[in-house]
């Protein structure tokens, strides 16, 4: 079974390896999010090499169903939030899975 990993558990690694304080990389931290949250707020696209890229895609109006009402309706615009990981990543799971 895979682990899974905490913002906390993040902080205190990268304090670890970087030898910078937790309350230091707690502050770069808090504003990459800011930094996140205002990209995804004005439907940019965030690439991060080597990571993933973050962007908005708009759905176009449509019909849809409406599971509440039970009933189709016409839908208006909507944005869909994708991430995608970088080749390098892929490769990565790819190579691990190839181990196994």
Known sequence: MSEKYTKDFLLKEIAARASFR???????????EEIIKEVVENKDELMIGGLFKVYSREIKPHRGYNLNTRKSQELGTTYRLTITPSTV????????????
């Open 22 to 32: 937790v309350s230091d990389v707690r502050i770069i931290m808090d504003t990459f």
């Open 89 to 100: 990543l892929k490769n990565i799971l790819r190579e691990s899975s190839l181990e196994d």
